[in-house]
């Protein structure tokens, strides 16, 4: 099984300043990989996902994250944060050849400072 | 499209009892995941229903159960419940198959257990 690690549980980091949440997984098999944001009270929305081809891949809100296979990594970024991207984020794989299950890291938590 | 519904939104139950909590995927998702969140602990896998099959399941007591409906609506049943088993408990759906890889996930139900 799938062992997924965000070794940051807290990131703080003031406002307009670049961000770098850290997730690494532990199998080299083919995976996909997923970054979700929970905020308060909610229930978890897909950011981005890397299925193939390019390593850098763009989500919503100004997310990026570049897949390392060589390094089994999955860094999420953003260049500059907003007040509103103050939740958690959970870093997630899905092995492609075992079906639909998902595992998630613990998840980090963002706080953005103004 | 509706999202993912989950019912009911908060739950307080006492020891011993036990509690059924609903989800209701997407239209035309047939694939239901259920998950426990805990601070500190992430999201664990509970179970995964695909065509009223649980066809993955985590590493949980058997006093967690699930089943699937014919319409692809979940229940997840916590008989006998402890202290423990308070969390936030997600629902998530997807298409299985090519071409879809993500899960999409309801708001939770924040069950908790005095």
């Known amino acids: 099984a799938q062992s997924v690690t965000q070794l940051d549980s807290q990131v703080p980091v003031f406002e307009e300043a670049p961000v770098e949440l850290r997730c690494n997984y532990s199998s080299s098999v083919s995976v996909y990989l997923f970054w979700y944001v929970q905020y308060p009270n909610q229930g978890l929305q897909l950011l981005l996902k890397y299925l193939s081809g390019s390593t850098l891949v763009k989500g919503i809100n100004g997310f990026e994250a570049e897949f390392n296979k060589s390094q089994t990594s999955f860094h999420l970024r953003k260049p500059s944060v907003h007040i509103s991207d103050t939740a958690e984020y959970f870093c997630?794989?899905?092995?492609?050849?075992?079906?639909?299950?998902?595992?998630f890291g613990t998840g980090t938590s963002l706080t953005v400072i103004p | 499209k509706a999202g993912v519904t989950q019912t009911p939104r908060y739950l307080i139950k006492t020891r011993g009892q036990q509690v059924t909590l609903s989800c209701s995927p997407i239209s035309g998702h047939r694939s239901v995941s259920w998950y426990q969140q805990t601070p500190g602990q992430g999201l664990q896998f509970l179970f995964e229903?695909?065509?009223?099959?649980?066809?993955n399941k985590g590493n949980f007591p058997g006093r967690f159960s699930g089943r699937q409906f014919s319409n692809s609506r979940s229940e997840m049943n916590v008989s006998t419940l402890e202290l423990g088993d308070s969390a936030l408990y997600l629902c998530?759906?997807?298409?299985?198959?090519?071409?879809?890889?993500?899960?999409?996930f309801g708001p939770g139900t924040r069950l908790t257990v005095t």
């Open positions: 997630a794989v899905r092995e492609s050849n075992t079906g639909n299950q998902f595992y």
């Open positions: 998530a759906s997807s298409l299985p198959g090519q071409g879809s890889y993500e899960q999409y």
């Open positions: 229903y695909f065509s009223e099959t649980q066809r």
